[in-house]
């Protein structure tokens, strides 16, 4: 019988940690975050042996290392080993450094040099913790996918290297919808995009929802670094917008069923050269908007698609599936292709991958024209065929390693295949940032050999840098330039996977590589300070927004999860409780709210602030502060009330 199983799990670190995403050059230590950061796991078991866990993570990346953690803290009893386990990220760029046993990714994406052994362990155990809830829920259930299309929220940033490889916009969005069907005004960028939001959804027999696992194409960088804002971005509000909408919909839920927040993951899907975009908007008004409300406009709209897409899943439902994972960890080095091509013997960076990415630049940036001070774009020498990086114009590797550290010499890929009676769904994961056309040809291949849908997650296992096709290698730009395996990677990996898809396993590598230099430790640590107390916190209300704020002694860095650190409660009678909007109190972790620390010498202040919904007003309110590490009880932790008018 098919079974199906979900949870989420808050697994938000502590601020004063560098930020992975913009690099080490523009890496800023975490001052606030902004709405939790989570991991939410789909299990799924076909009842013949078939089981697989889906999870989604608001990080950058989800690597081997993390994914070696989870395993070992799950244990065989789960039936989830590092062969079954799908660890996705979301892409986020304002999530934590220093995580990933990874030289490449933790001093390269992120200032400071090191592994966070304690913190990495940390949000491993809130992962495995995901999963093992998710896997006790498994229930009879329904399965099904379902895909819906949103434009006009995302763009190519690279599209020059995109029609250098002979693709033309408009012709490609019409492999997605027909002609008459795409929105007017969308611009070259806007089309050469995937729109689809593609999800597997599961409920109960009953028809009362499960959980879900999804992948948009798009990077998470609506929130620019200089904000330090630990947050998932605009991906965390497109699943908070899919909760609300499902939970407010009475279609979902049968009668005498109790309404929750359903486990939604959303991970990134093919969006190494796609950016965010509002309609009507180039990449410079997007440069020039970028912050949280940027992250809430797109996370508004993609959310409502992710319903959408929910709700297509919901008319093509299996009862009875076969789910095959499979998984590979080929030595990219100097790895020979089937036509007697070969990758290169070493990773090497070009020269443009200096400059950073439109919505992320290293150097100075001219708004008009969206180049780095030093114009890096195609910049690429002679085409040679017996050099496999050919053309472009590499560093030193030793000189890129002591900047960017070494990348894992596996690849671990993975291809998860859940079959029905009529339908066949591929789900292929990679360890780096697929772009559009690359994806589409992956796709193809699958869809050639008997898929009926694919879906294709990236950042999956350690991070490789990104993938590209060999004409958009050509151009060089800051994609091709970060292909760090040459010229021939995407053709490479497309062979990998169809040997996946063939049943052509070769054994997992003997032993886990992982690598660090030495302990990174930017955050602060509560042990032995949680007697010093936080002052009580004081609550105002303004310009429709409640602002709370209390003191403590600088070296208490509490982490946020697993549970809310601020519950917003409203006097009934005599008694204070919960503030309840749907089924769900809100608090800090069900809700966006801004928490900050700034420093005053010994002492930091925290402040945390939220926008009161209308539905809310004319409410006598307050906040209680339940973080264990502040030290504060009772009263002492409660605010005074304030009318919200």
Known sequence: MLRAGAAFHDITPALGGHLAGFGAIRSEVSRRVWGRLFATALVLDDGAGGRVALVAIDFHAGTRYLAELVAN?????????????????????????????????????????????????????????????????????????????????????SLRAFTNDGARPERFARTHVRVEELPAGLSEEGLAVDPRVQVIWAEDLAGAPIGAFATFAAHGTAIPAGQATLSADWCGCAVRAAQDRIERAPGYWPTATRRRRIPIGLAAGAMGDVDVDLPGLDIAGIVALQGTALAARVGEAVGETLERAIANARTALDTKLSIVTRFAEPEPAGAWLEDGRRLAPYPAFGIPALGGSELGRNFALDADVLASSLNLESRRGDYRPEDPHAPKLTFESAIVEVFTGRPAPVLPIRLVTIEGAYRTLQLAGLPGEPTTLFAARMERMLLDRGATSVMIAGVTGDYAGYFTTGREYDRQHYEGASTIWGRCTGDWLIEEVRALAAGNVAPAAGEAFF??????????????????????????FSDGELCGVWSAPSGVLPPFGPDPWILVEELDGSQWVPVILGSTPVSDQTRAMFVERGLEG????????????????????????????????????????????
């Open 73 to 157: 803290e799950l244990g065989p009893e789960i039936g989830i080993g590092i062969d079954r386990l799908f660890l996705a990220g979301t892409h986020t760029h304002s999530g934590p450094g220093h995580v990933y046993g990874n030289t490449l990714y933790d001093r390269m994406a992120a200032g400071g040099q090191g592994l966070d052994r304690t913190g990495a362990e940390r949000i491993a155990q809130g992962i495995a913790a995901a999963v093992r809830e998710a896997t006790a829920e498994l229930r009879p259930a329904n399965v099904g996918h379902g895909v819906a299309r949103r434009w006009g929220y995302s763009q190519n940033r």
């Open 602 to 645: 010994e002492k930091a202040i925290w402040q945390f602030r939220y926008a009161v919904p209308a539905v809310l007003r004319g409410r006598t309110l307050r906040f209680r502060l339940t973080a264990l590490g502040f030290a504060l009880a009772g009263e002492d932790a409660a605010s005074e009330a304030v009318r919200v008018d």
């Open 515 to 540: 690598e660090a230099e030495g302990e990174y430790r930017g955050a602060g640590s509560i042990q032995g300070r949680a007697t010093q107390r936080a002052t009580r916190p004081t609550l105002t």
